[in-house]
């Protein structure tokens, strides 16, 4: 959606760059260069934060172009708002709901891309399962509220454990 409204507006306004950015998505995309001139809008649909759009280009922008701008951004914005929906989405769909880490989902696309690496660059490979003995037995005297609670200080003692470059995958219920 960004390269496409982009080149749209490049056809109008001379524009050498353009940078979107999303802080609770934490997206961040750029098109072109940066300049020393910019222009930027903070986009919103009905109260729903789209993101933060900017343009540059190696001098200033005038009123018209501006204005050129603005009108090509609105007619924009359900689409830059669908696609940042559609990014949520995905995003949930590869979360475990109870803990906020990847699942399996997740776990099996980064599985086949670290593979793959490992395999290119003929570097070794490391996958540690852990299972928590006896979890059923947690649920079933103490309740399910307890279970998740353990469950959530399960993960967040490997995630102090872990180094900048491992990651945590919740795989199945426990």
Do not use: W
Request: net charge negative; glycine share 6%; with cysteine.
């Amino acid at each position: 959606q960004l390269k496409i409204l982009f080149n749209e507006i490049a056809n109008y306004v001379s524009v050498i760059g353009a940078s979107f950015n999303h802080k609770e998505l934490k997206i961040g995309h750029r098109i072109g260069d940066i300049a020393r001139h910019s222009c930027s809008y903070n986009l919103e649909l009905m109260g729903n934060e789209i993101g933060t759009l900017e343009f540059s280009r190696a001098n200033r922008f005038n009123d018209k172009q501006l204005e050129i701008i603005e009108y090509l951004l609105s007619a924009a914005l359900y689409p830059l708002n669908n696609a940042t929906e559609y990014y949520k989405a995905l995003k949930l769909a590869q979360r475990d709901p109870l803990t906020g880490i990847p699942n399996r989902l997740a776990l099996d696309e980064t599985l086949e891309r670290e593979v793959n690496r490992a395999q290119r660059y003929d570097l070794p490979l490391t996958m540690m399962v852990v299972d928590l003995d006896h979890f059923k037995k947690i649920n079933d005297t103490y309740g399910h509220s307890t279970g998740d609670l353990a469950l959530k200080e399960a993960v967040n003692c490997i995630e102090r454990a872990l180094r900048v470059s491992d990651q945590v995958f919740r795989f199945g219920g426990e």
